[in-house]
């Protein structure tokens, strides 16, 4: 999201806009003395395998050398705190084979903080505590396990075309939160986190605000955080 990229975006030296279409926003510039390209690739699986699919062209081209994909996660276990930074060592979604990711990258971002562990990619939000302990156990219980909308789909391309890439995500709330049950129901793997259901969906339950406000502020703070490990990966 936008939100996620917008401090990283500040650290790209003489940004400007990739207008290919491929991401609703993107950029090249320099940070520091490398070449790279920021995007914001949108919310869910078939936004996550667009972005993936531009970046496994690009390094057909010899134009990307590596691909770190950030962003927030919820917590599966019990063991992660808000503000918590996980490199996936394993990036997962149920059903599908594991994907390992590239040892070398992970080493770098768990040297800059980043707590090495598993990701697992649903196919929509997941935000009840009875929901994400069910997902926790069914994908093997293992310390350091956090839920995205589009890891798995990002890794599975960037794999096959055996681009070096590595994941971070940051915790914006814990498996022992209380979110929203009905935004279970307005995100999918297709569609992602529509903002005209979650606007319609907040405005008739008005207790919602309060915690999707949290959300909105612990993201901006957390891309902070996101920001100073892309800088150091890349």
């Known amino acids: 999201m936008k939100s996620e990229a917008s401090a990283l975006l500040r650290r790209v030296e003489g940004a400007s806009r990739v207008g290919d279409g491929a991401a609703p926003a993107a950029v090249r510039g320099r940070i520091g003395d490398r070449p790279v390209q920021v995007a914001v690739c949108g919310v869910g699986e078939r936004a996550a395998r667009r972005a993936a699919e531009r970046c496994a062209r690009l390094a057909s081209q010899g134009a990307c050398g590596r691909v770190v994909w950030l962003g927030i996660a919820g917590a599966l276990s019990p063991d992660l705190e808000v503000g918590d930074l996980v490199v996936g060592r394993t990036v997962m979604a149920l059903g599908q084979p594991s994907i390992g990711v590239d040892e070398t990258l992970v080493g770098a971002a768990a040297a800059r903080g980043c707590r090495p562990g598993v990701l697992v990619t649903a196919s929509g939000l997941v935000v009840t ?15 350091r396990t956090a839920v995205d909308m589009e890891t798995w789909a990002a890794a599975r391309v960037l794999q096959r075309a055996g681009v070096p890439f590595v994941a971070v995500r940051a915790i ?3 498996a022992a939160d209380r979110l929203p049950s009905w ?3 307005v995100s999918s793997a297709d569609s992602g986190l529509p903002l005209g259901p979650v606007v319609r969906g907040a405005l008739m339950r008005p207790s919602a605000l309060v915690p999707l406000a949290k959300i909105r502020l612990r993201t901006t703070r957390l891309g902070v955080r996101l920001a100073e490990v892309a800088v150091a990966l890349a």
């Open 129 to 143: 505590a009875s929901s994400r302990e069910a997902l926790w156990r069914s994908s093997g219980s293992q310390p």
């Open 172 to 174: 914006s709330d814990t």
């Open 183 to 185: 935004l279970e129901s």
